[in-house]
């Protein structure tokens, strides 16, 4: 009996957790049809599992209540499958709209008209007792009894017929959806979309042929066949999770219907929880049965023993397994944020444009599952847009890239991504008017503008998704940062071009300054208890000093270095690790993993003899908690408000050397009055007239001289007027940088 009753309970779990997952998808894409079309596929399957469910709860109860769900199960028994239609239509419009949609207006509802006529046929029968009204259609209407009396002969053996034969039907269905599963997946190209078949055509052919053994196969073929009538709940229910499971598989594993990750999260979640709970269940049930049989207590006043118990061993069980789960289901090679990690590799270390472009577009084309990706640019750095890569468009003539590229002005001052709809609106903008209509040959569905320095570099043009979803906010998200990493790359490449082409020293390294400016933080942010500011003084010869920020929310990334060299490559240099930095740091990555990996950019990046000095470090803005690594820099300056000095020394190798940087980190707590001082040699190892160095010494006297109630921007300017007087007017060698983090003296002392 509990056996029965756990099963029972499974099934009505598995069901609930089914029309749980359509609904989720429903939500999440509304207004798609395909979103609509897999919701509706879901919701019938989910009623058959919880009338699977109700069907082995009629064995285990009383008579009573077996009446009540005998009744339940007669009224609902017919609507469930709706499942095989609305599977066939699935498999009409996914992976894209099938062109007998198109051709044939009303397919889709003919689709469901066999089952329409079947529920309405079998309602009236139960709820007529057989008769379809007749005798009280005679009664009311003696006259028409010569022709009422043969109709109910007619309809009871319809009826009889019919319901022997709908099986044929269901068989019927169940092998065209098998053949359109079979036939569109030979025709997907797409990585990450044939993955998607692949996963679901194991899943949903499996549940047919499951489903082919519980109804039809035994109603066809007689009593030889009716001996799996004992396995009919099992094997449906079994067939439904297989169907569903591979739909919840592919939006956890492979994106499928490009679910956001709170929906997939949520399903991973279910899943292992519905997993352990169900193991539960069984373990409990049996436990009950012994102890109760053992001890003559009744199982209920155990049970609260064994819930207490759950409650204490299976929440860490349940987290514990939903990690394993997670790490190994959502790290999908095509996931939007491995696709930005990987790429962003290649932006900032290749210069030879075509190359980046044919990865950045593959890249983009594979994991968003999109008709096409290309990206415009000007190769030689000047003269007008063409074409640079693509992927997909097979159709597009290059004649037509041409046309597009001559409009492409019209996304000047555009920093946001550019909808193809939206642009034919503008009626004040000709040249946009101009270049939805070239767009709209292709066709396209999105147009990311690249801009860097106020200047267009570019675009990446993409077309619509294959499955027609929309662009959701993750991939717009991953497509801003790609723009902004890609404009940054063509930007790099076109000084490349342009310094091979410079002969004179002084060209040069005015485009190297320029690099390093734009890398450079224009303002720093604003908080509470905490103050942040930096200058950076470039010298004559341009070198590699780089700092920065990054806010991470409950914490701030701060990093200050300098790149061993002069000119242009120490400039780039610097580019590459900004842009490494920034990915990283987006990722959480810890201070000594992100030292290893640009140390291991650096060895990577084919610049022989370029090394770099860096201090990296985390503040955690609620604790004020410092976490720092020094790979070989300047040991940055703390005074604390008493005067004490104390130099931030401990950490690693500077970048570039060996393979291990044989990263370290520490922590320090700051305090209200604390000033912390990063600098480069430009700062110590400024000159006066005597050839004698500014020196640590004379940094810790000037942060001392400096009044206490000076804000991080008057400290820092401080510190630059003092260097200033003594190299008494002569011209720096190398560049001067200085950033300052104080506490203030009126700043809450963390908890």
Same mark, same amino acid.
């Given at each position: ?132 009204? =007749? *005798?009280? +259609?005679?009664? /009311?209407?003696?006259? &028409?009894?010569?022709?009422? #009396?043969?109709?109910?002969?007619? @309809? $009871? %053996? ?58 039809? =196969? *035994?109603? +066809?073929?007689? /009593?030889?066949?009716? &001996?799996?009538?004992?396995? #009919?709940?099992?094997?449906?229910? @079994? $067939? %439904? ?68 118990? &759950? ?441």
């Amino acid at each position: 009996m509990s056996v029965l009753i756990t099963a029972a309970t499974f099934c009505l779990l598995l069901g609930a957790v089914i029309i749980f997952l359509g609904i989720a998808v429903l939500r999440d894409g509304v207004r798609e049809r395909l979103h609509r079309v897999t919701a509706l596929m879901l919701f019938f399957g989910g009623l058959g599992a919880i009338l699977a469910g109700l069907g082995i709860a009629v064995r285990a109860t009383t008579p009573a209540g077996t009446a009540i769900f005998h009744e339940v199960a007669l009224h609902f028994a017919s609507v469930w499958e709706f499942f095989f239609p609305s599977l066939l239509l699935f498999t009409l419009v996914f992976p894209t709209e099938h062109p007998w949609l198109k051709r044939f207006g009303g397919l889709q509802e003919l689709i469901f008209v066999p089952y329409v006529f079947h529920l309405v046929l079998t309602l009236v029968a139960d709820y007529s007792g057989g008769t379809f009204f =007749v *005798p009280q +259609l005679t009664k /009311a209407m003696p006259w &028409a009894s010569p022709l009422l #009396t043969p109709a109910r002969v007619g @309809l $009871s %053996l319809l009826y009889d017929v019919h319901a022997v034969l709908f099986s044929m039907v269901n068989l019927g269905y169940v092998a065209l959806t098998l053949t359109f599963l079979t036939l569109r997946q030979r025709k997907v190209t797409n990585p990450r979309l044939k993955a998607q078949m692949k996963t679901m055509f194991w899943g949903l052919g499996s549940c047919l042929v499951l489903y082919s053994l519980v109804a039809p =196969v *035994p109603t +066809l073929f007689g /009593a030889g066949a009716r &001996a799996l009538e004992r396995w #009919t709940a099992p094997l449906l229910v @079994l $067939s %439904l999770a297989l169907g569903s499971g591979s739909i919840a598989y592919s939006i956890i594993r492979h994106r499928f219907l490009d679910a956001r990750l709170l929906v997939r999260r949520t399903l991973t979640f279910l899943a292992v929880a519905g997993v352990i709970a169900t193991a539960y269940l069984l373990v409990v049930g049996r436990l009950q049965e012994f102890l109760g049989g053992f001890s003559g207590l009744d199982p209920k006043l155990i049970e609260p023993v064994f819930l207490m118990i &759950a409650l204490v061993l299976l929440q860490p069980a349940v987290s514990r397994a939903e990690e394993l789960v997670d790490r190994w289901m959502m790290r999908d090679r095509r996931e939007g944020r491995l696709v930005l990690e990987q790429v962003s590799r290649d932006i900032v270390t290749l210069m030879d444009l075509p190359t980046l472009g044919a990865r950045l577009t593959r890249a983009v084309f594979d994991s968003m599952v999109v008709e096409g990706v290309a990206l415009v640019g000007r190769p030689g750095g000047s003269g007008g847009f063409e074409l640079v890569a693509c992927a997909g468009f097979p159709q597009v003539p290059y004649e037509a890239w041409g046309r597009l590229a001559d409009e492409l002005d019209a996304l000047r001052g555009d920093q946001r991504i550019v909808s193809v709809r939206e642009l034919g609106l503008r009626g004040d903008s000709p040249g946009a008017v101009r270049l939805a209509t070239v767009a709209a040959e292709f066709p396209l569905a999105l147009l990311v503008p690249l801009h860097h320095g106020g200047a267009l570099l570019g675009a990446l043009v993409l077309g619509p998704k294959v499955t027609r979803t929309r662009y959701t906010a993750e991939d717009l998200a991953l497509l801003v940062t790609l723009g902004n990493q890609t404009a940054a790359a063509l930007r790099n490449t076109q000084l490349l071009q342009e310094s091979v082409q410079r002969a004179a020293l002084e060209e040069e390294l005015h485009l190297a300054r320029q690099i390093q400016v734009s890398y450079l933080p224009a303002r720093f942010p604003r908080y509470r208890d905490l103050e942040l500011s930096g200058f950076n003084v470039p010298s004559k010869q341009v070198g590699g000093d780089y700092y920065d920020y990054v806010d991470l929310g409950d914490g701030l990334l701060l990093v200050v270095a300098d790149v061993v060299g002069k000119g242009v490559p120490a400039a780039l240099l610097m580019s590459m690790l900004q842009a490494s930095l920034r990915t990283l740091a987006a990722e959480r990555r810890g201070l000594t993993e992100i030292v290893a990996r640009l140390n291991r950019l650096i060895l990577d990046s084919g610049m022989s003899g370029k090394f770099a000095t860096l201090f990296l470090a985390r503040l955690d803005l609620d604790s004020h908690t410092l976490h720092y690594s020094n790979a070989g820099h300047n040991p940055p300056c703390l005074v604390r408000a008493n005067g004490e000095a104390r130099w931030l020394a401990e950490g690693g190798l500077l970048l570039g050397v060996q393979e291990d940087p044989r990263a370290a980190e520490r922590s320090l707590q700051l305090e209200p009055g604390d000033r912390l001082v990063l600098y480069t040699d430009g700062i110590t190892e400024a000159l006066d007239g005597a050839r004698e160095m500014f020196g640590e010494e004379r940094l810790v006297g000037t942060l001392r001289a400096l009044p206490p109630d000076l804000d991080a921007d008057a400290v820092a300017r401080g510190i630059m007027e003092a260097v200033r007087r003594f190299c008494g007017g002569n011209e720096p060698g190398d560049d001067m940088t200085v950033v300052v983090l104080h506490v203030p003296l009126r700043a809450a002392v963390p908890v």
